[in-house]
């Protein structure tokens, strides 16, 4: 018998997934979201993400708007 594997992931790996482009689902709303100009959009609930790079230390900034 095998055992089960836990499907879960935690939000840093959502935000890495987000990156990369592998995940296009809001981690606010769930809608799709949109990837231009080096930020990811949420056009349901109009929240953002972008990457900066500070030498080898990658930021991740998450800005939600409450309405």
């Not at 992931?9 to 689902?25: D, G, I, V």
Request: glycine share 4%; charged share 20%.
């Amino acid at each position: 018998m095998t055992t089960v594997a836990p499907i879960h992931r935690t939000l840093e790996q959502e935000l890495q997934a987000l990156l990369r482009s592998a995940s296009l689902e809001c981690l606010v709303c769930g809608e799709f979201v949109l990837h231009a100009a080096g930020m990811i959009t949420c056009p349901e609930c109009r929240s953002t993400l972008r990457a900066e790079s500070h030498s080898e230390i990658s930021q991740l900034h998450l800005e939600t708007q409450a309405g």
